[in-house]
């Protein structure tokens, strides 16, 4: 299979066109290799089949996550060229590629180092910290930030609860974030789980932005939890 890179001068829906043929080549298999464990097999067997893993791998993105920000911005159009653009959660970084291949500029943040991205200034460390959300401020030299995504998800422990009040965190530590640094106007993609956000959460947000929608790309597998808050349309309170 062909390698097809990531450059400025093809935009991701021509990626996916270009790549609907190589979905065609992809013949489900089954992974019969005895010495994974079964969970191990389905995982493998899961990526074998899986058409976003093929067009990932085709299109030059370092994972398949890419294609939700795609299927977002396809919905609701929110990075444009003129966008600066802060990616919370970015590793390995494939949502960081589309966005920079759409946009003026984008600072990734991430707990763990992500592989060096043109058009990316990236900052390791962790964003509930003070000390990290400062050096994003200074990246921006001054700017507003037009789009926040966040593709943040803590590490799950299994217990609901708890999941939910990590998860809670990071999309108060985001909106917070975008109260000091979003541009009116602005835009926030935010992953959540579990039936969506909280009433607590869904309140906040609507104080802030003129529309919230809860999307579910088709690229997020139908048995993950996860899906996305997108706000447009930012009131900012200064
Ligand atoms: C699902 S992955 C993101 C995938 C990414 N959007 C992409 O397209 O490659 C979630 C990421 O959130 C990061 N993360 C979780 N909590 C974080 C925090 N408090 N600060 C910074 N990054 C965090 C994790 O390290 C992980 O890499």
């Known amino acids: 299979m062909g390698v097809l890179r990531v450059s400025e001068h093809l935009p991701p829906c021509v990626i996916i066109n270009t790549v609907v043929q190589v979905?065609?080549?992809v013949v489900p298999e089954k992974v019969h290799n005895k010495r994974l464990k079964q969970s191990s097999r389905n995982w493998v067997q899961r990526q074998i089949n899986d058409p976003?893993?093929?067009?990932a791998k085709a299109s030059g993105y370092r994972t398949r996550a890419a294609f939700k920000l795609v299927e977002i911005q396809k919905k609701f159009g929110v990075l444009k060229k003129s966008s600066i653009v802060v990616d919370l959660g970015a590793a390995p970084g494939s949502w960081s590629q589309v966005a920079?291949?759409?946009?003026?500029?984008?600072?990734?943040?991430?707990?763990l180092d992500i592989k060096p991205l043109p058009g990316v200034?990236?900052?390791?460390?962790?964003?509930?910290?003070?000390?990290?959300?400062?050096?994003?401020?200074?990246?921006?030299?001054?700017e507003r930030v037009d789009v926040v995504l966040s593709d943040m998800a803590p590490n799950s422990c299994g217990i609901k609860k708890v999941d939910h009040i990590r998860i809670t965190s990071l999309?108060?530590?985001?909106?917070?974030?975008?109260?000091?640094?979003?541009?009116p106007g602005g835009a926030m993609i935010a992953k959540v789980f579990q039936g969506g956000a909280s009433p607590d959460i869904l309140c906040n947000l609507k104080r802030r932005f003129q529309t919230v929608t809860h999307f579910k790309p088709t690229a997020s597998r139908k048995e993950s939890p996860e899906l996305y808050l997108i706000s447009t349309g930012f009131r900012s309170p200064h």
Do not use: N, P, W
């Open 121 to 142: 200034h990236f900052i390791r460390g962790d964003f509930l910290e003070e000390a990290t959300v400062r050096l994003v401020v200074d990246a921006l030299d001054g």
């Open 23 to 25: 979905l065609s080549s």
């Open 100 to 111: 920079s291949t759409l946009c003026k500029q984008v600072i990734a943040v991430d707990l």
């Open 171 to 183: 999309v108060e530590a985001v909106y917070e974030f975008c109260d000091e640094m979003l541009r």
């Open 52 to 55: 976003y893993v093929a067009m």
